[in-house]
């Protein structure tokens, strides 16, 4: 199980960092992901962090402005945002990848003034 808080809404350039807790199977063993679906558009890879947090990777449209990072002792990853635009808004999902595959059920995000 995954579940995302942190969520809300925030003006531009602002910043959030949003929680994925994950319970039920050994997280430090999976690979994790945030993703981000704006309404009207497809789900979207955000950044994707290695099990062991030493490997991350990041959207082109998100480099320099957001953080993943992972706590294996806590099974949490998380996600700074700052320099918040109103094109970051969505609803956000956490998602889990190894044996399995495990999908949160998403935090929305809203940038606005």
């Known amino acids: 199980q995954l579940v995302e808080s942190g969520g809300g809404l925030v003006q531009p350039g602002g910043s959030l960092r949003l929680s994925c807790a994950a319970s039920g199977f050994t997280f430090s063993n999976y690979a994790m992901s945030w993703f981000r679906q704006a309404q009207g558009k497809e789900r979207e890879l955000v950044a994707a962090?290695?099990?062991?947090?030493?490997?991350?990777r990041y959207a082109d449209s998100v480099k320099g402005r957001f953080t993943i990072s992972r706590d294996n002792a806590k099974n949490t990853v998380y996600l700074q945002m700052s320099s918040l635009t109103p094109e970051d808004t969505a609803v956000y999902y956490c998602?889990?990848?190894?044996?399995?595959?495990?999908w949160g059920q998403g935090t929305q995000v809203t940038v606005s003034s």
């Open positions: 962090i290695g099990s062991s947090g030493g490997r991350t």
């Open positions: 998602n889990a990848r190894g044996s399995y595959e495990y």
